[in-house]
């Protein structure tokens, strides 16, 4: 940190404020300049809030942070070295991270039954996806809107689980339901509206399975690396980032604005891997292949799809979702690019 003194502080002010430094563990190093003296803070000012120090002499003109607020989640943490986070599937171990080949997150809104969600399974296990995801508890705008099935989708989630051995990836919107999301997905998913839950990142952050933390519709990517940073402190070095669009001034035409360019200032500021979520980001179907596209070419280490066998009937987010055919095809399009960029997995045949 530098605290900038105004012109003509008095030297006896600077000395003052040297002392209250000290006392605060920090090492002050004072630069005399022509016209303003400035201080530079040696040490750990994580915890110190700018404004508050700028309070402890009229003459400080501002005070300001050269170092960002986030520790473990910044790449420098791990000496520039990108972190690759190994999940547990049924089918085997699934690496997501920037030296790895891209993972797709394929499967509807919601889990709506049985026979639905194990179709959508078989449906984008066969297309290359490795994670099924679905909603058990939904986060809708209306009270009125459907709520997700609850505990009795994550029941459905296993048996899709069983029948494909695609790892399941799905919401927890409360702490209460934290230990049963938990024991039913590989990937436990916090949601665009919670992203500043720090209670529920807390607790997501005191278990093991690795967090999806999508980013908040409205945050800046400080505020979503502070709230990655939460889960780290906690204790889970796990965390999937996901950028799933945020509110900008046109909503006319897409639901959201899909920031694909946090894709490479992510990969220089954090170490965690990426995903790209382009059905939350647009809202609509026919605009989701050339984002998901855009996105691998950017570099994302993921994607996040939404696929219903029936858009049309979904319960919720029909118009963003893709038809299974749709995805499939999507799949063959995104492998020319996953080649190119040398990401690629190829899908084995089926048995
Ligand atoms: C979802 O993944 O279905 C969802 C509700 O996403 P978001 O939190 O990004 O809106
Ligand atoms: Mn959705």
Request: hydrophobic letters at 45%; glycine letters at 8%; a negative charge.
């Given at each position: 940190?530098?605290?900038?003194?105004?012109?003509?502080?008095?030297?006896?002010?600077?000395?003052?404020?040297?002392?209250?430094?000290?006392?605060?563990?920090?090492?002050?190093?004072?630069?005399?300049?022509?016209?303003?003296?400035?201080?530079?803070?040696?040490?750990?000012?994580?915890?110190?809030?700018a404004l508050?120090?700028?309070?402890?002499?009229?003459?400080?003109?501002?005070?300001?942070?050269?170092?960002?607020?986030?520790?473990r989640?910044?790449?420098?943490y791990?000496?520039?070295e990108?972190?690759e986070?190994?999940?547990?599937?049924?089918?085997?171990?699934?690496?997501?991270?920037e030296?790895?080949?891209?993972?797709t997150?394929a499967?509807?809104?919601?889990?709506?039954?049985?026979?639905?969600?194990?179709?959508?399974?078989?449906r984008?296990?066969?297309?290359?996806?490795?994670?099924?995801r679905?909603?058990a508890?939904?986060?809708?705008?209306?009270?009125?809107?459907?709520?997700?099935h609850?505990?009795?989708?994550?029941?459905?989630?296993?048996?899709?689980?069983?029948?494909?051995g695609?790892?399941?990836?799905?919401?927890?919107?409360?702490?209460?339901?934290?230990?049963?999301?938990?024991?039913?997905a590989?990937?436990?998913?916090?949601?665009?509206?919670?992203m500043?839950?720090?209670?529920?990142?807390?607790?997501?952050?005191?278990?093991?399975?690795?967090?999806?933390?999508?980013?908040g519709?409205?945050?800046?990517?400080?505020?979503?690396?502070?709230?990655?940073?939460?889960?780290?402190?906690?204790?889970?070095?796990?965390?999937?980032?996901?950028?799933?669009?945020?509110?900008?001034?046109?909503?006319?035409?897409?639901?959201?604005?899909?920031?694909?360019?946090?894709?490479?200032?992510?990969?220089?500021?954090?170490?965690?891997?990426?995903m790209?979520?382009?059905?939350?980001?647009?809202?609509?179907?026919?605009?989701?292949?050339?984002?998901?596209m855009?996105?691998?070419?950017?570099?994302?280490?993921?994607?996040?799809?939404?696929?219903?066998?029936?858009?049309?009937?979904?319960?919720?987010?029909?118009?963003?979702?893709?038809?299974?055919?749709?995805?499939?095809?999507?799949?063959q399009?995104?492998?020319?690019?996953?080649?190119?960029?040398?990401r690629?997995?190829?899908?084995?045949?089926?048995?």
């Open positions: 940190m530098i605290v900038v003194m105004k012109i003509g502080a008095p030297e006896a002010e600077v000395s003052r404020l040297g002392a209250e430094f000290e006392e605060l563990g920090l090492s002050p190093e004072k630069i005399v300049g022509k016209t303003k003296t400035v201080i530079g803070l040696v040490g750990d000012t994580v915890d110190l809030d508050q120090l700028q309070e402890m002499s009229p003459w400080i003109e501002q005070v300001l942070r050269v170092e960002k607020p986030y520790k989640v910044s790449r420098e791990r000496h520039g990108a972190s986070i190994a999940v547990s599937t049924p089918a085997g171990v699934v690496l997501f991270g030296g790895c080949p891209i993972v997150v499967g509807p809104c919601s889990v709506e039954n049985e026979s639905m969600i194990v179709e959508t399974a078989h984008v296990k066969a297309a290359g996806a490795k994670f099924l679905g909603g508890f939904k986060p809708r705008t209306s009270p009125y809107a459907f709520q997700g609850g505990e009795s989708a994550l029941g459905l989630l296993d048996a899709a689980r069983q029948a494909t695609l790892g399941i990836i799905t919401e927890v919107m409360d702490t209460a339901d934290l230990d049963i999301v938990a024991a039913a590989d990937v436990v998913q916090v949601g665009a509206r919670n500043q839950n720090f209670s529920l990142l807390k607790k997501v952050g005191a278990q093991d399975k690795p967090v999806l933390l999508k980013r519709m409205s945050a800046t990517i400080e505020e979503w690396l502070m709230a990655a940073e939460y889960i780290l402190a906690a204790g889970n070095p796990n965390v999937i980032l996901c950028e799933r669009g945020i509110r900008t001034f046109d909503r006319q035409y897409a639901r959201n604005t899909l920031d694909l360019s946090v894709i490479p200032v992510l990969r220089s500021l954090t170490h965690l891997p990426i790209i979520d382009p059905s939350h980001g647009t809202g609509k179907a026919e605009y989701v292949p050339a984002m998901a855009a996105a691998i070419a950017a570099g994302t280490d993921s994607l996040m799809i939404e696929v219903h066998p029936n858009p049309a009937k979904a319960l919720s987010d029909g118009p963003q979702s893709l038809t299974p055919d749709r995805f499939d095809r999507l799949m399009e995104l492998s020319v690019i996953g080649k190119a960029v040398d690629w997995e190829a899908v084995p045949a089926l048995a």
